[in-house]
């Protein structure tokens, strides 16, 4: 019984010499790190298979988009005007300086792959000269995630390593948020590469872009979309046919390779190039759904012959790419500017096709009636009064009423004014004067005595020289 009692005090003066050295939150953690060490160790085996399954998984769910996406120059497509041998951007990126950009281009023209080549560019040297990359978009990230990057990007300055913030959509941020890369992008401690939709000079700080690069990314031709989706055939195993030529048609259908999944036309693929207006994502994304759509019939039929991607697959996959923006987007802008030009050429038919255009994209029609207003007094002027009338009762009408409703109101406008007679007159006027009196050397010459404002201690001064004016205007 000693014994049992001594070794009973033994265990009871360890476990209290314990608890004078470690907090109490520790031990309970130990124990059950403990606990659960047995049942990890049993379940590793049948949780191994889950987890291959699980990445295998994972990976059919990327988006042919991102399983498309080139990993170096070499393997991007477009965009020669700026990535073409002797273009400031080459030769920056041959000397391996990497500046802070803006990338400026309509969606999937590949804003985001070059700014992952562009960071990847320093890391094909070497660990010694990595370049750490991070990715945020101003949809999803705040403030606080940028303080964290700019945080660690000073620890990497430490170790003579570059940070790249990549900032996705940053036109979302308002100018007082975009504060924040200035005194990181002046001082070196990041370079930032933001990319956009919208025109920079109305979306981003003054101070931010004098501090960046513009780039301006041009949507994807025709022919480059077309190299892009025949690569993406080749990943997803297809096979590209000429309907052209028959036998070779027959024979191919009849005597179809095993690793071969589906057929496609090339005409087809011309036609998905030309419908998607240069958008790569939305091609791919397009191609993808129609093959997996087709694959899944075969799958359903328990068909094993490969299957023909036909034109009408890819229009049922395929969510006709239109020209919806949003009413701050850079593209409505430009549909606005051909309406403005269409009126002033007093083309009718060629206003009411940029009009449908302009209202295809879901703009606010009281702002399109904003710029019909502008139109009436600078493209027709003072040779047609009735004209601003008009425009200014068109816009009244679309408040009221709205859409779809109003359609027949702005086309009413639009047609009245593309068919008035035009007279620039005023504007010319208005522009002379503003040239006037910005191409003044020195101060401007001060107000005349006899047109001032007559103030009380001013009225003797000017009161002589006031007569004298008005009597010669009278």
Not at 83 to 99: A, H, M, R, S
Not at 190 to 208: D, K, M, Q
Not at 361 to 377: F, G, K, M, S
Not at 430 to 456: M, T
């Amino acid at each position: 019984m000693q014994n049992i009692v001594s070794s009973k005090s033994k265990r009871v003066f360890t476990l209290e010499k314990n608890s004078l050295s470690e907090p109490p939150y520790k031990r309970l953690k130990m124990q059950s790190i403990q606990k659960t060490e047995t049942v990890t160790s049993k379940s590793t085996m049948s949780h191994t298979f889950k987890s291959e399954d699980q990445k295998l998984l994972k990976s059919s769910y990327i988006p042919l988009a991102e399983k498309m996406r080139p990993l170096s120059l070499s393997q991007y497509v477009g965009q020669k005007h700026i990535l073409d041998y002797g273009t400031v951007l080459y030769q920056l990126l041959e000397k391996n300086e990497i500046p802070s950009m803006i990338l400026w281009g309509p969606p999937g023209c590949g804003k985001t792959t070059l700014a992952i080549i562009i960071a990847g560019l320093n890391n094909q040297e070497g660990e010694s000269k990595a370049t750490r990359f991070v990715k945020l978009s101003a949809t999803s990230s705040g403030i606080g995630d940028i303080k964290e990057a700019v945080n660690e990007a000073k620890n990497e300055v430490k170790f003579g390593r570059q940070t790249i913030i990549f900032m996705d959509e940053i036109h979302r941020f308002n100018k007082l948020q975009q504060d924040i890369f200035l005194p990181h992008v002046e001082a070196g401690t990041i370079t930032l590469i933001g990319a956009t939709t919208e025109n920079p000079s109305f979306s981003l700080n003054s101070a931010l872009l004098s501090r960046c690069r513009v780039f301006v990314l041009e949507k994807l031709a025709s022919t480059e979309l077309i190299s892009i989706l025949q690569k993406a055939i080749v990943l997803m195993n297809g096979k590209i046919y000429d309907p052209s030529n028959s036998v070779n048609l027959e024979s191919l259908k009849t005597n179809v390779p095993e690793h071969i999944n589906f057929l496609i036309d090339i005409q087809n693929i011309e036609w998905l190039a030309n419908a998607c207006d240069g958008n790569a994502r939305v091609a791919l994304g397009g191609l993808e759904l129609a093959i997996q759509c087709k694959m899944m019939s075969n799958t359903a039929s328990q068909s094993q012959n490969s299957q023909t991607i036909t034109l009408e697959d890819i229009k049922r996959s395929l969510m006709r790419y239109q020209t919806v923006t949003d009413k701050r987007g850079d593209n409505c802008q430009d549909l606005i500017s051909a309406l403005q030009k269409s009126i002033r050429a007093g083309e009718a038919n060629a206003s009411l096709y940029w009009l449908a255009r302009v209202m295809a994209a879901e703009e606010d029609p009281v702002c399109i009636a904003r710029r019909l207003i502008r139109i009436a007094t600078e493209d027709v002027g003072i040779i047609d009064p009735d004209a601003l009338g008009i425009a200014v009762n068109t816009m009244h009408g679309c408040h009221m009423i709205g859409m779809p409703e109003c359609d027949v109101l702005l086309t009413q406008c639009v047609v009245y004014l593309a068919k008035s007679q035009k007279s620039r007159i005023v504007d010319n006027a208005l522009r002379a004067a503003q040239q006037l009196v910005q191409n003044q050397k020195g101060p401007q010459p001060s107000v005349p005595h006899h047109i001032r404002y007559k103030s009380e201690e001013g009225k003797l001064m000017a009161k002589f020289n006031a007569k004298r004016f008005y009597s010669k205007v009278r």
